[in-house]
């Protein structure tokens, strides 16, 4: 176990490194302690939980928000238990909101597929979907995610996510995201309109005080389109709104 500690931090230190230790072990037990750290680390299940947005946003008669996320697997595979909502004060309910539980499988260094289901909660008639999807790291370091859903009825949408983090410094970061909502049918009932339906962008500027723990300040804004916009216009709301933000990252 020690030589498989050496030779890990050997490994993460520098590969020129490895050299001279090869001088002192031969190719075979080299190879096995190598193969051994591997297996382990490769193998090694861990736990990760992110409340990546918990926001006040005070338009509207104030409403709470979250995007949380959190996973249990390791390298390859992974259970994702995804969920965001908005609870609007002025409605005294949830405007939207839904739960996904996703299993996710790395087919790349960089990017995993994911199929689950995905719940609503929303004040309005809620749906069950079936979902596959994606998420990675393109080059540049954005973050990308899309997926499919099917919903209960038979309705599919699908929506696609880009986020990035620009550091001003090492604990001041700046996060521009965008998000679209995209419907091939029309959905009366759930005041949605086929063809893209939603945008939502924000910008939003952190103060990591710990790795864990960012509050941060922002601005979001809320664009409906087409017989999206013509159905939220027809019930008396906007389609179109912009609030700044105020709430704190944290992650375990």
């Not at 994911?114 to 998420?135: E, H, L, S, V």
């Amino acid at each position: 176990m020690k030589k498989i500690m050496f030779t890990f931090a050997v490994m993460t230190s520098s590969a020129f490194a490895q050299e001279p230790l090869d001088q002192y072990y031969s190719p075979e037990e080299m190879a096995a302690s190598r193969a051994m750290l591997k297996h382990i680390t490769g193998a090694m299940n861990q736990t990760f939980v992110m409340a990546d947005k918990f926001e006040y946003r005070p338009a509207n008669g104030g409403a709470l928000a979250w995007e949380a996320k959190g996973w249990h697997g390791g390298d390859k595979e992974k259970l994702w238990i995804n969920s965001e909502a908005e609870y609007s004060f002025e409605e005294d309910g949830f405007e939207e909101g839904n739960v996904e539980i996703l299993y996710s499988r790395a087919v790349s260094p960089f990017f995993d597929v994911q199929a689950g289901i995905k719940q609503d909660f929303n004040m309005g008639p809620g749906r069950t979907y079936g979902q596959i999807g994606f998420m990675g790291l393109a080059p540049y370091w954005f973050e990308l995610g899309g997926a499919l859903n099917i919903s209960n009825k038979g309705e599919v949408s699908a929506n696609f996510e880009v986020e990035y983090e620009l550091l001003l410094t090492q604990r001041l970061i700046l996060q521009p995201a965008a998000e679209i909502s995209i419907n091939f049918e029309d959905i009366e009932e759930m005041g949605i309109g086929s063809g893209l339906s939603d945008l939502e962008a924000g910008l939003r500027l952190r103060y990591e005080i710990f790795r864990e723990i960012a509050p941060y300040i922002g601005v979001s804004w809320h664009k409906k389109f087409g017989q999206t916009a013509e159905f939220a216009e027809h019930h008396g709301h906007s389609s179109s709104e912009a609030s700044f933000v105020a709430g704190v990252r944290m992650w375990y």
